[in-house]
T-cell receptor, first 111, second 116 residues
């Protein structure tokens, strides 16, 4: 069983709308959690990284939240744009060299 | 901005042939990773180097895959012989350890391998 589960698997929204992607993990101990954006045919690009003590972190229209007690994270995208169409991958690290990848959520933004 | 370089970007090969991928990490990044990503899934770690030494290759199919980073800089991943199931995106990443202890990881554009 994957230690990092993401939902939904795919999502379609209209341009300008908001959306929230979920990441639940069982990785322990916990070091940090990252959200990556991966455009089709490209490598992942880091959006945010959060440690145990951080509850929220923003990067432009992207806001990530972390609840280390319930082992849940979310990525909220505000005022979506067509360029937000991509896969969003949640990665949880137990320690510095250990990264567990979720399967990703495929987001499609339609005009 | 410095980037991780990979080549080739696309490779089509017949099964049973040999194939090699190259990665040049960001200058100064001591840690280098090779991942395999099947369409619709997250990346799967194949091998991790710290400088020229292998740190983790537990998921590398060693009967057909090999990886090296001889001088602790660029790296090569080889598959011989290629099988149909090897068709995937092969991602290289490099990372550094910041003063706060956070590890920043940067991915290359990937090599898309198709085995026919």
């Amino acid at each position: 069983k994957n230690q990092v589960e993401q939902s939904p698997q795919s999502l379609i929204i209209l341009e300008g709308k908001n959306c929230t992607l979920q990441c639940n993990y069982t990785v322990s101990p916990f070091s940090n959690l990252r959200w990556y954006k991966q455009d089709t045919g490209r490598g992942p690009v880091s959006l945010t990284i959060m440690t145990f003590s951080e509850n929220t972190k923003s990067n432009g229209r992207y806001t990530a939240t972390l609840d280390a007690d319930t082992k849940q994270s979310s990525l909220h995208i505000t005022a979506s744009q067509l360029s937000d169409s991509a896969s969003y991958i949640c990665v949880v690290s137990a320690y510095a060299n250990d990264m567990r990848f979720g399967a990703g959520t495929r987001l499609t933004v339609k005009p | 901005e410095a980037e991780v370089a990979q080549s080739p970007r696309y490779k089509i090969t017949e099964k049973s042939q040999a194939v090699a991928f190259w990665c040049d990490p960001i200058s100064g990044h001591a840690t280098l990773y090779w991942y395999r990503q099947i369409l619709g899934q997250g990346p799967e770690l194949l091998v991790q180097f710290q400088d020229e030494s292998v740190v983790d290759d537990s998921q590398l199919p060693k009967d057909r895959f090999s990886a090296e980073r001889l001088k602790g800089v660029d790296s090569t991943l080889k598959i011989q012989p290629a099988e149909l199931g090897d068709s995937a995106m092969y991602l290289c990443a490099s990372s550094f350890l910041s003063g706060t202890g956070e590890r920043g990881q940067y991915f290359g554009p990937g090599t898309r391998l198709t085995v026919t």
